[in-house]
């Protein structure tokens, strides 16, 4: 089963990707967590990403392109992806349909997290008063710019998938469990 958790900065893409893992034996694929992996381990691309990263802007769709296909094609994601902060951009969900069309694979579903954006906010001032501000991101200057280019270059994935007729939305409003419940409805 290979599954796209859709939703903006903060809306529990990554919490609810990890209880899939657990659950499901599928593989979390993070696109922000590979990026934070490459600014710890300072490679080139790390270097690059951060200060991208930083400002809340998008790392160009080639660079987590790559990334993506060469992570996928590892032996443990054939059971099936949860793909999380990936893909951002249509020109990144092109790229996937390529992918998974080459491999004979099939995207099953994309589960939209809806949540209100005062909500968001809150979450993720509670997220960096909790990490001590690990993330160079989280912050409110930089959420107001990342939830701008969500609106701008992400959301127009959703008509995209509901298209396709594989979009589902869970709302994101509610508690953790609740969320995750619903997701275990839709994936059955
Ligand atoms: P969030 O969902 O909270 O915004 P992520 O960890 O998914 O956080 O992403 C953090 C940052 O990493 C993004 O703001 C962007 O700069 C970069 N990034 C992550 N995924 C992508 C992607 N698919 N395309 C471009 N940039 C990305």
Do not use: W
């Not at 593989?27 to 991208?52: C, H, N, P, Y």
């Not at 909790?130 to 930089?142: F, K, L, P, Q, S």
């Not at 701008?152 to 969320?179: C, F, H, Q, R, W």
């Not at 995750?180 to 994936?187: C, G, H, K, M, T």
């Amino acid at each position: 089963m290979n599954i796209i958790l859709f939703g903006a900065p903060g809306a529990g893409k990554g919490t609810q990707a990890k209880r899939l893992v657990t659950g499901r034996g599928l593989v979390q694929l993070s696109s922000g967590d590979m990026l934070r992996s490459a600014i710890a381990a300072g490679t080139d691309l790390g270097l690059r990403a951060k200060e991208i990263m930083d400002r809340g802007d998008l790392v160009s769709d080639d660079i987590i392109v790559g990334m993506i296909a060469a992570r996928i094609d590892d032996d443990d994601c054939a059971n099936g992806v949860i793909l999380d902060g990936f893909p951002r951009t249509v020109a990144q969900a092109h790229a996937l349909d390529e992918m998974l069309d080459s491999k004979g694979l099939a995207l099953d579903c994309v589960i939209e997290i809806k949540v209100d954006e005062a909500a968001l906010f809150a979450r993720i001032e509670n997220r960096a008063a909790e990490t001590g501000g690990a993330r160079g991101d989280d912050n409110v200057d930089t959420l107001r710019k990342r939830l701008a280019v969500y609106h701008e270059n992400t959301a127009p994935l959703l008509p995209y998938y509901a298209d396709k007729g594989v979009l589902k939305t869970v709302d994101g409003m509610n508690s953790i469990d609740e969320a995750a419940s619903q997701i275990d409805r839709i994936l059955g």
